[in-house]
């Protein structure tokens, strides 16, 4: 009886996806904006665990392999933390991207042919037997890494971690990368769920795109900034945390840190 009770009172589980610009290279240049760094470094954080290489080109027989399963999204796992007085907190973690196929250079087909905008603020979120993602290496090799499977093959998504590249991007402009950012962000804000913006690459940010983020937010109503590099491990449990406190609003605030503070106090 006492096991099932403390079963029963295990930590809450929130469901976290991760979106920002992605596409062809036509729109996303020739990098990402860092949504699987920022994944990878908080679900796996030690430097063994993280790659900074989760290329989004695929054949299609890895797209149809069970980790990929021909979704647009990837399930990255989940993550606990214990926050203030020993509160425990658990976390599901998404990427929403756009896979391109590796013949073709054009976005792979799937079930939902929605547009990246529409379909990164989906709150429900299904996929049978879905694998969680590891890196690219697995893809085709799943039976050599641990297979542990999205639970229940559904996710009902609880908040949105934004991420913008305020590095200086290749072959990519800024204001462009906004345009994108403002269409998704009245997406998501449509969801009424909560929604954190996160600085990707600020080890390599510029001032102005810095600042520029900074405005963008402030013309929203509270919307919360977090500067982070997933490279330098700075502020991205930061990140995610202070899109959980958003959501359940009983858990205490974290202190929102620039990154450069940050970075002091590592
Ligand atoms: P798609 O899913 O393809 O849309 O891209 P993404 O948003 O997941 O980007 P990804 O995380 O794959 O990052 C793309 C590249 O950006 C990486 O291969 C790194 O070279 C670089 N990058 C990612 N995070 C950081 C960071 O914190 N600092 C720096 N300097 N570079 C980073
Ligand atoms: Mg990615």
């Not at 900074?52 to 999204?73: A, I, M, P």
């Given at each position: 009886i006492i096991m099932a009770k403390k079963q029963d009172a295990r930590a809450p589980i929130?469901?976290?996806?991760?979106?920002?610009?992605?596409?062809?290279e036509k729109e996303k240049g020739q990098c990402g904006v860092g949504k699987s760094c920022l994944c990878n470094r908080f679900v796996r954080p030690s430097a063994d665990d993280f790659d900074?290489?989760?290329?989004?080109?695929?054949?299609?027989?890895?797209?149809?392999?069970?980790?990929?399963?021909?979704?647009?999204?990837l399930y990255w796992g989940e993550a606990g933390r214990t926050i203030e007085e020993g509160q425990e907190c658990r976390m599901n973690v998404v990427e929403?991207?756009?896979?391109?196929?590796?013949?073709?250079?054009?976005?792979?087909?799937?079930?939902?042919?929605?547009?990246?905008?529409?379909?990164?603020?989906?709150?429900?979120l299904a996929s049978a037997e879905k694998l969680m993602y590891f890196c690219t290496d697995q893809l085709g090799l799943e039976q050599d890494f641990e297979q542990k499977q999205m639970p229940e093959g559904k996710l009902i998504v609880d908040g949105f971690l934004l991420s913008v590249d305020v590095s200086r991007g290749m072959n990519r402009s800024f204001e462009d990368q906004m345009k994108f950012v403002g269409n998704l962000y009245n997406q998501l804000a449509k969801t009424k769920k909560p929604v954190v913006l996160a600085l990707t690459k600020c080890d390599e940010g510029v001032?102005?795109?810095?600042?520029?983020?900074?405005?963008f937010a402030l013309a929203k109503k509270n919307l919360q900034v977090v500067e982070t590099s997933a490279r330098?491990?700075?502020n991205v449990d930061l990140a995610f945390l202070t899109l959980v406190q958003l959501i359940d609003k009983s858990r205490g605030k974290p202190k929102i840190i620039p990154y450069f503070e940050a970075l002091k106090q590592q």
């Open positions: 929130y469901n976290l996806v991760v979106v920002g610009l992605s596409g062809t900074l290489d989760h290329t989004s080109v695929l054949s299609t027989s890895d797209f149809g392999g069970r980790v990929v399963n021909n979704d647009h999204f929403q991207t756009e896979f391109i196929d590796d013949q073709t250079f054009q976005p792979h087909r799937s079930t939902a042919l929605q547009p990246y905008i529409k379909r990164a603020a989906s709150t429900k001032e102005r795109y810095i600042k520029d983020s900074h405005a330098s491990n700075v």
